[in-house]
């Protein structure tokens, strides 16, 4: 499956932007794939934000955006959301959606998925 984020950009602190990943046809429909969320600043490893399964049967978030962020799906349209409110500075990273096709052998390890998407700049000023 091919993911194409869109959506970031730049926001001041307190304000909201909604990610957008796109997935394209593949061997399975995009309903059969655990999708997520991670981000990375320059410098860090790449860090888990949130998932959400194949079925929705599971969700969960990293500390500390619990509260802020929501990750969402359309399957009718094969794509992902992650709606990001109160935004803080320590949030700028580029965000990279993910997907496993079914469940991933760890729900919030970058190793575990199999397909990304080429990343999607979001920066908060404060």
């Known amino acids: 499956v091919q993911l194409v984020e869109s959506g970031g950009g730049l926001v001041q602190a307190g304000g909201s932007l909604r990610l957008s990943c796109a997935a394209s046809?593949?061997?399975?429909?995009?309903?059969?794939?655990?999708m997520a969320w991670f981000r990375q600043s320059p410098g860090t490893e790449r860090q888990f934000v949130a998932v959400?399964?194949?079925?929705?049967?599971?969700?969960n978030y990293v500390d500390s955006v619990k509260g802020r962020f929501t990750i969402s799906r359309d399957n009718a349209k094969n794509m992902l959301y992650l709606q990001m409110n109160n935004l803080k500075p320590e949030d700028t990273a580029v965000y990279y959606c993910?997907?496993?096709?079914?469940?991933?052998?760890?729900?919030?390890?970058?190793?575990?998925?199999?397909?990304w998407g080429q990343g999607a700049q979001v920066t908060v000023t404060s």
């Open positions: 993910a997907a496993h096709y079914l469940y991933p052998s760890s729900i919030t390890t970058r190793g575990a998925y199999d397909y």
């Open positions: 046809a593949s061997t399975y429909s995009f309903d059969s794939y655990t």
């Open positions: 959400l399964t194949w079925n929705e049967d599971y969700t």
